[in-house]
C-alpha cells in the first residue's frame, strides 16, 4: 500500500479537509511504497484555481536530484501514471504538486495491469473533459550501489520554530496556584468512539502541562466502540480526568453542554478528541491571562500535526479581526471563554451542529469590547491531520449552519444581510441589504493627472460607462497637462457628465497636495482615491467597497488589484516589512489565497495603497489632510493609514472590488537623481513618525520574517505576548 508523506509547508485547508495548501518554497510529497507492491501508480492531481504545473523526481539511489525531476507540464486536472515494477528496492517517489501556491486534491491508487490502469483512466477522462493523462517511463527499481546514508537531519523551519518556541515558553515562571483554589480553567472534550491512543495522548498532553489548577472533563456522547468504553473503564478511579458517560449519542453540542454544566474553572475551552495540547500550552495561556486580568476572550494558534503528531502545517493568526471573521472562523482552537459569559448565553446551540462552535464564538463576541480579545501568538493546539476526510454532506451542513450563524450575528446588529459564497465556495461573504446604514452613498472619486491621455481615457470609461454605482462625481486634479487631447477628453466629460469636472493647475507632482484639493472641492458623503493609471474589470467594484462601509468603526476600504498579467499587485500593505512598509504576498497568481485563504476573504489591515482607496468623511475630518509636507510622492498613503490605524479606524482590505493597476506608469521611477533622494528623505519621514521599523503588523504574525513580501516563518527570539488589534489607539 502507498505511503503518501506530506513534507515542508503542505497542509491541510482549514475549511476542507479533502483540500491541501501547497505553501512556502519547496512542499512535497513523498510517495513510498514496500518492496512486494503493484506495478502502477496513478496520481491524481486537481487544481482548485487555476492550473498547476507538477513535477515528479525519480530515486536513484542518491536522493532526489534535479537532473532525475520529470517536468509534467500545465494543466488543472492531471494524471500522472508511474511503472514502479512489482518488486524492487527503491521505494520512493518525489511528487512536487506545484510551482506556485496554490489549493489543490490528491489522489493515488495502484493497479497490477496495464489492461487495468488503461481502464482507469478512461473512466477519469470520461468524467472530466479537460483532464491531461501523462505516463512515465519505467522507473529504476534497484540501488545502482547502495544507499548514501545521513545520520545528520536538517531542521525545517517548522520544526526549528515549534522547538524554540516551546523552550522560550517552557521558561516561563508563574506563582504557584494553591490546591484549594478552585480551577482557573476547564478544559472540556466531546468524545465519541475515539481510539484508545488518541485518548491517551490527549490526557498525557494534559498532565505533562507544567501549570497547576486546570480541570479536564471528558463529556462522552454515547460511544459504542468496545476500545473507548474499555478506557473509560480502566480510568474510572482517575481524579485527574473528570469522564462523564452520556447513555444516548445526542451530538457534538449536547455532549459539550453537558460537560460545560460541569465545569468549575472561571474560565473553559474545548478540544476535539484527536487533538492535543503543546508542550507548555496551559502556560503561555495562563501568562497571557495574569497579563490582562480584565479581558474577556483569549485564543492562540495551531500547529497541524500528523496521525503521529509530527508536525506539518502552522496556522498563525492575525490579532482579532472581525471582518475577516465574518468568511471564516479563523480563531478555532484554542479559544478561552468566560464560564459565567457562557452560562448567559445558554452554552452550544445543538440545532447549529457543524458549525456550533462558529455560532458560539459570534454570540459570545457580541456586546464585547475588541481590546478585550487577545491573541497569543503561541501553537497552544496541535491539530491532528490524520487522512481521513469529512463527507461532502457533513461540509455541507457545516456551511449551512455557518451562514445562518452570521446572518443571526448581523441581524442582532440590525444590519439586515444574506450570506454568500465568498471566492472559496466554503467560505463566506456578507451581503448587506438595502436599508442598512451607508447602503448607497454620494462617492466623490479624486483622481490625480496630468496628460497620460490613453490611461484617463481609459480610466474614465470605466467609471462611466462600465461601473454599476450611480451616485458618484469626480473630480480631475491636474498639475499641468499641455496635451491637447488631454484637455479636450477633460471638456467632453465636462459636457456630457454634470458630475465631472476637472482643474488644471501647473505644479511640481505631489500626489497628498492633489488629493487635499479633491477632498476640499468634493461635495460627496465619501471620498474615493484613485490613481489614473487604475483599469476597472468588474462593474460592481465600487459597490463592494461601499459594502464594506457597514461594518463597525470602518475609516478605510482597499481593493485587490493585479499588475496586468493578472497577478497580485497589492492584497493589502503590512506596516514593518523592510523596516518601512510592503505589500503582501507581491506577484502570486491572481487566485493565490495565502494563509488560511486569506486573500479570498474581507479582512483588517493596518494599511492599503492609495492606489484604490475610499475614505469616510468622518474619517477625514477626524484625520485632517495628507501631509503634502513630509509625504509628497512616497508613502503618504502609509502615513495616512497609520494615522487612522492610532485613531482606532478600521482599514478593510477586500477581493471582491477587483481592477487592474498599470503601477506607476504616468509617473515614472523613484530610483534615480533628484527623485532618489526625496524618496529617501520620506523613508526617513516614514521612521520618524510612525516608527514602522519596529512596528508588528497586527495583520500579520510576529513568527513572519519582514524582510519580503512573501514572508517566511523564523524562530523567535523572545516569546511574543498577547496583542490586541488597536496598540496605540487614541479613540479606544
Known amino acids: 500500500m502507498v505511503e503518501i508523506v506530506a513534507q515542508n509547508e503542505l497542509s491541510a485547508d482549514l475549511t476542507d479537509h479533502s483540500i491541501w495548501l501547497a505553501e512556502g518554497d519547496d512542499p512535497f510529497f513523498l510517495l513510498r511504497f514496500p518492496f512486494i507492491r503493484k506495478r502502477f501508480l496513478a496520481i491524481r492531481l486537481t487544481a482548485c484555481d487555476g492550473e498547476i504545473e507538477p513535477k515528479v523526481y525519480v530515486n536513484k539511489g542518491r536522493g532526489f536530484r534535479e537532473e532525475d525531476s520529470r517536468e509534467i507540464g500545465r494543466g488543472k486536472d492531471i494524471i500522472i501514471i508511474v511503472d514502479v515494477g512489482h518488486f524492487g528496492t527503491i521505494g520512493t517517489v518525489r511528487l512536487d504538486p506545484a510551482t506556485e501556491p496554490c489549493r489543490f486534491a490528491i489522489n493515488v491508487e495502484e493497479f497490477d495491469t496495464t489492461i487495468a490502469v488503461e481502464r482507469h483512466v478512461a473512466e ?177 494558534d495551531e500547529l497541524v500535526v500528523n496521525d503521529d503528531l509530527k508536525p506539518t502545517g502552522l496556522l498563525l493568526k492575525p490579532a482579532y479581526d472581525p471582518i475577516l471573521l465574518s468568511g471564516v472562523n479563523y480563531i478555532n482552537h484554542f479559544s478561552i471563554y468566560r464560564r459565567e459569559r457562557l452560562r448567559d448565553l445558554n452554552f452550544l446551540r445543538p440545532e447549529f451542529d457543524g458549525s456550533q462552535d462558529y455560532d458560539l464564538l459570534l454570540r459570545y463576541l457580541d456586546g464585547l469590547d475588541n481590546s478585550q480579545v487577545l491573541h497569543i501568538p503561541y501553537p497552544a493546539y496541535w491539530w491532528r491531520r490524520n487522512g481521513k476526510t469529512y463527507s461532502r454532506t457533513f461540509l455541507g451542513k457545516a456551511t449551512k449552519s455557518a451562514r445562518r450563524a452570521l446572518q443571526e450575528h448581523f441581524e442582532r446588529k440590525h444590519k439586515p444581510n444574506t450570506i454568500l459564497p465568498a471566492l472559496t465556495e466554503t467560505l463566506h461573504r456578507v451581503s448587506f441589504e438595502a436599508g442598512a446604514e451607508a447602503t448607497c452613498p454620494k462617492i466623490s472619486i479624486i483622481i490625480p493627472n496630468k496628460d497620460s491621455h490613453a490611461l484617463i481615457s481609459t480610466l474614465l470609461t470605466g467609471i462611466y460607462e462600465e461601473t454599476n454605482y450611480a451616485n458618484l462625481e469626480v473630480i480631475v486634479v491636474d498639475n499641468g497637462t499641455t496635451d491637447p487631447a488631454t484637455i479636450e477628453l477633460y471638456q467632453e466629460y465636462g459636457n456630457r457628465h454634470s458630475t465631472f469636472q476637472f482643474h488644471i493647475k501647473p505644479a511640481p507632482f505631489n500626489f497628498s497636495r492633489a488629493i487635499n484639493e479633491g477632498m476640499a472641492r468634493a461635495s460627496g458623503d465619501h471620498f474615493l482615491l484613485l490613481n489614473n493609471d487604475v483599469e476597472i474589470i468588474s462593474p460592481d467594484w465600487l459597490d463592494e467597497m461601499v459594502q464594506c462601509l457597514n461594518y463597525d468603526d470602518v475609516g478605510i476600504v482597499g481593493a485587490k488589484l493585479l499588475y496586468p498579467d493578472r497577478r497580485i499587485q497589492h492584497a493589502g500593505v503590512i506596516v514593518g516589512f523592510g523596516g518601512l512598509a510592503g505589500h503582501w504576498y507581491l506577484n502570486k497568481p491572481e487566485t493565490f489565497g495565502g494563509p488560511m485563504n486569506r486573500l479570498h476573504l474581507r479582512s483588517s489591515m493596518a494599511c492599503v495603497t492609495g492606489a484604490v482607496m475610499l475614505i469616510t468623511r468622518e474619517c477625514a475630518e477626524e484625520i485632517g489632510p495628507w501631509d503634502e509636507e513630509n509625504f509628497a510622492v512616497a508613502y503618504n498613503d502609509v502615513d495616512y493609514c497609520c494615522r487612522a490605524y492610532k485613531a482606532g479606524y478600521r482599514i478593510v482590505w477586500t477581493p471582491f472590488a477587483c481592477l487592474i493597476h498599470h503601477e506607476s506608469v504616468s509617473r515614472g521611477s523613484d530610483k534615480s537623481g533628484e527623485r532618489r533622494a526625496r ?5 526617513a519621514n516614514l521612521w520618524r513618525l510612525h516608527g514602522t521599523q519596529d512596528f508588528i503588523d497586527p495583520a500579520s504574525h510576529p513568527a513572519y520574517s519582514r524582510d519580503r513580501s512573501d514572508p517566511r516563518l523564523v524562530a523567535p527570539a523572545r516569546l511574543a505576548r498577547e496583542r490586541r488589534w488597536f496598540v496605540l489607539s487614541e479613540r479606544n
Open 679 to 683: 524618496f529617501e528623505v520620506e523613508k
Open 124 to 300: 477519469q477522462e470520461g468524467l472530466s473533459s479537460i483532464l491531461k493523462c501523462v505516463r512515465l517511463a519505467k522507473l529504476p527499481r534497484f540501488w545502482k550501489s547502495l544507499p548514501i546514508l545521513s545520520f545528520r537531519r536538517k531542521s525545517s523551519a517548522l520544526q526549528n520554530y515549534i522547538r524554540t518556541a516551546a523552550g522560550l515558553a517552557g521558561e516561563i515562571t508563574l506563582a504557584e496556584a494553591q490546591s484549594s483554589d478552585p480551577p482557573w480553567l476547564s478544559i472540556v472534550v466531546p468524545v465519541y468512539n475515539a481510539p484508545a491512543r488518541y485518548l491517551n495522548e490527549l490526557v498525557s498532553s494534559f498532565l505533562e502541562q507544567d501549570v497547576a489548577g486546570a480541570e479536564l472533563i471528558l463529556s462522552d456522547d454515547g460511544s459504542t466502540a468496545e476500545e473507548t468504553l474499555g478506557w473509560y473503564a480502566a480510568h474510572e478511579h482517575d481524579a485527574r480526568v473528570n469522564c462523564i458517560l452520556n447513555p444516548v449519542n445526542s451530538g457534538i453540542a449536547r455532549a459539550t453542554n453537558v460537560g460545560l454544566a460541569a465545569a468549575k474553572g472561571d474560565w473553559v475551552t474545548f478540544l476535539d478528541h484527536d487533538d492535543v495540547i503543546a508542550p507548555h500550552g496551559l502556560k503561555v495561556i495562563r501568562q497571557a491571562m495574569e497579563a490582562s486580568p480584565d479581558s474577556g476572550f483569549f485564543y492562540t
